[in-house]
């Protein structure tokens, strides 16, 4: 690669990286930069693992709004909301409300699924090319639905999804169990489940560092860790400058720094709508009734697949949190909801890691993937789905910094 790059990714998050896969494909010299001391430990490091391709719903939408009270008030364990005067959070509040009418957040669910669709094909397309060993699989998953409302209502989403190439089915409890034994014990509280057969996992930290190995095995791709840096725009053109001064200058920068963008952009006029959402997760050993398909529940919002050997469950939703700390009475009440949804899913005695992280939420549950002027192109925001949707989001961020410069 020349002394300088031809392109800069800022930030060695899932995005980041497949950013710069997209990029280094296409034939362009890539310098990854990332303050962490090696890729995937941010939000990536330790989530849910699902690529969930055809579960790519809106968190606004109607219901949500109805229960907001409730929610505020504390009565549902998985959901946390830290009002603040900032005006950021009130701007993003107000967008979040538009964003869970019935319109529009349907219109948000199906452009996710456009993106989680064309997600798996970038993925499947890397994975032809380099079979990356990141503990990937298709196990398909099971949304758990226990009231008949909500059960109407994914089984409408499903209808409408399916015109537009997902593939999912409504199943009843006994179809459920038969598919998935481990789910016996909890055949009576359902009143159905959604399958979708093509959902995949895998491991996102693992997927960063073999994706870095093969970029820069293979590809004009370098990468420096442990640089915190910061962006500053000079006569319209963006430079990345480091900590100790060192101006880095590129003919292109993708800025790919999740829920730290908006600390990054201050000073430079562009501004995202990103909020911290804190979640948790847990791995363990499998237990007795551990489930090989995918499990979520969707009343308890807790997600359990098999990683390898291992089990991981993720969930609970901290609006407004901003530490990555692990809090003992939230990382319980993951615990204990995962417990009362399927007890005999892992050795909840023999936790073996416990992990909080901060999603990246945008109030349109879409990340925000565009150019911002000459050179400078965001892609950022992506909530609760950025291990489903970094690889398509990465192909669209390359393809449009290859835009001709204006
Ligand atoms: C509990 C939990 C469970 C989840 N489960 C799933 C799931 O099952 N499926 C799914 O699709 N998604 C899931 N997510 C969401 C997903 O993890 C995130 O959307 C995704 O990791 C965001 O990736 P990213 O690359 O944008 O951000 P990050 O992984 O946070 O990467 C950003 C990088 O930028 C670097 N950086 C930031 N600022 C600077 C700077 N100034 N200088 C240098 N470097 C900088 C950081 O060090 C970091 O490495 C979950 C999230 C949580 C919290």
Redesign the pocket.
């Known amino acids: 690669m020349a002394e300088r790059p031809e392109a800069i990714v ?8 497949a950013t710069a896969y997209a990029l280094a494909r296409r034939g362009v010299g890539v310098l990854i ?4 001391v090696e ?14 391709y055809a579960y790519t719903d809106a968190l606004g939408t109607p219901a949500l709004l109805r229960k907001l009270p409730m929610l505020a008030l504390g009565a549902d364990p998985a959901f946390r909301l830290r009002p603040s005067m900032d005006p950021g959070f009130i701007r993003w509040g107000l967008s979040f409300l538009r964003n869970s009418t019935a319109a529009r957040s349907l219109g948000n669910t199906l452009e996710g699924l456009r993106l989680g669709l064309e997600s798996r094909a970038a993925m499947h397309a890397l994975l032809e090319r380099h079979p990356l060993d990141f503990l990937h699989s298709m196990p398909g998953k099971l949304h758990l639905y226990e009231d008949s409302e909500s059960l109407a209502a994914a089984s409408a989403m499903v209808e409408r999804k399916r015109r537009e190439g997902a593939v999912q089915e409504v199943l009843s409890p006994a179809q459920a169990v038969a598919l998935e034994p481990a789910l016996a014990s909890a055949e009576t509280r359902l009143s159905g489940a959604v399958y979708s057969p093509e959902e995949e ?1 895998g491991d ?1 930290y693992l997927f ?1 560092r073999k994706l870095l190995e093969t970029l820069k095995s293979d590809y004009r791709v370098q990468a420096r860790f442990g ?4 962006l500053e725009i000079r006569d319209g053109r963006p430079d990345v400058v480091l900590a100790d001064g060192e101006r880095i200058e590129a003919e292109r920068i993708a800025v ?6 908006p ?2 952009l201050k000073g430079t006029g562009i501004r995202v709508p990103i909020w911290p ?5 847990i791995t363990a050993p499998p237990g007795p009734d551990a489930p090989r398909i995918s499990i979520t529940d969707a009343r308890r919002k807790v ?1 359990f ?1 098999r990683l390898g050997e291992r089990m991981r469950i ?3 939703a901290d609006l407004g949190s901003r530490s990555t700390d692990i809090d003992a009475v939230r990382l319980k009440s993951l615990i204990d909801s995962a417990r009362a949804s399927l007890p005999g899913a892992v050795e909840f005695d023999r936790v073996e890691s416990s ?6 939420m945008t109030p349109s549950s879409l ?1 925000v993937i565009r150019k911002e002027g000459a050179g400078l192109v965001l ?12 690889m398509g989001s990465g192909e669209r961020a390359a393809a449009l910094m290859l835009e001709k410069l204006d």
């Open positions: 800022l930030g060695a998050g899932v995005v980041g990286m930069l990332d303050r962490s890729p995937g430990r941010g939000t990536s490091f330790a989530n849910g693992a699902q690529l969930s996992v996102p960063c640089v915190n840096a910061r790919c720094t999740g829920v730290d963008t600390k990054l959402m804190r979640g948790y997760s997600v697949c993720a969930g609970l992990w909080a992280g901060l999603r990246p990340p892609n950022v925001g992506h909530g609760g789905l950025g291990w489903t949707f970094a």
